[in-house]
């Protein structure tokens, strides 16, 4: 088994759950403000859907919650790391700056690892349409 075939392959390059070739997200995009939410519509490989059925990705909210409690802490931590004393100002400027530049990677992050515990992985494409 190599490193193309781990779930965390899939989930880290956003690529296709089901057979880790196709990409998710438009490529070049992650900081495009209009178009970090685009998304292909099915894997260009193996055809997998990328949204089975409309509201798909509602549970991926909780995944993002997770990441941006994780954030939340990580500025917590790295702040009292350079300040000496963290005050609820810098604390709130810190936060809105980390969590806006960190949007497109969390929102596609998130949406990787929700559709990676449904689909599973079933081997490299041979580009067969299906
Ligand atoms: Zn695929």
Known sequence: MSWKDT?????????????HTGDMFPKGTLYNFRKF???????????????PEPGYYYGAMFVSYAFSTAIFIAVWIGLSFFVEEVTLTMMIIALIISVVALLPINFRLSRSIWINIFIRYKGPCQHQEV
């Open 7 to 19: 779930t965390l392959y899939s989930i880290l390059n956003t690529k296709c759950p089901r057979c």
């Open 37 to 51: 939410a685009a998304m292909h519509e099915k894997c260009s490989c193996c055809g997998q859907a990328f949204e």
